[in-house]
């Protein structure tokens, strides 16, 4: 069973930073992809950053320039540095990994449940 584990979301001052740790567990093969989508209430999920396994990233124009997005490919973990947070930052943020579970052949979407990110003024 393949899991997906976020940390590290809580309360930051408008300006502030945090980072966010996503660690994926189980029978894990590979994973191609591994990222951050955030969901403000009222609106609908968003990618914020995703990183391949080859070094090519994606993320959304929003956060250019603030967020940065690492890899730890031999812990299975997907890092966000989130700097100069804004009020519109804040979000549940969720991991994704398009990951390959051993002894399958293909790659498939894991979600993690999760993690508030509260931005203060």
């Known amino acids: 069973q393949v899991q997906l584990v976020e940390s590290g979301g809580g309360l930051v001052h408008a300006g502030g930073s945090l980072r966010l740790t996503c660690a994926a567990s189980?029978?894990?093969?590979?994973?191609?992809?591994m990222g951050w989508y955030r969901q403000a209430p009222g609106k609908q999920r968003e990618l914020v950053a995703v990183?391949?396994?080859?070094?090519?990233?994606n993320s959304a124009d929003s956060v250019k320039g603030r967020f940065t997005i690492s890899r730890d490919n031999a812990k299975n973990t997907v890092y966000l540095q989130m700097s100069s947070l804004k009020l519109e930052d804040a979000a549940v943020y969720y991991c994704?990994?398009?990951?390959?579970?051993?002894?399958?052949?293909?790659?498939?979407?894991?979600w993690g449940k999760g993690t508030l990110v509260t931005v203060s003024s």
């Open positions: 990183l391949d396994s080859d070094g090519s990233r």
């Open positions: 189980g029978s894990i093969f590979s994973i191609p992809a």
């Open positions: 994704y990994a398009d990951l390959i579970v051993a002894g399958h052949p293909h790659a498939m979407g894991y």
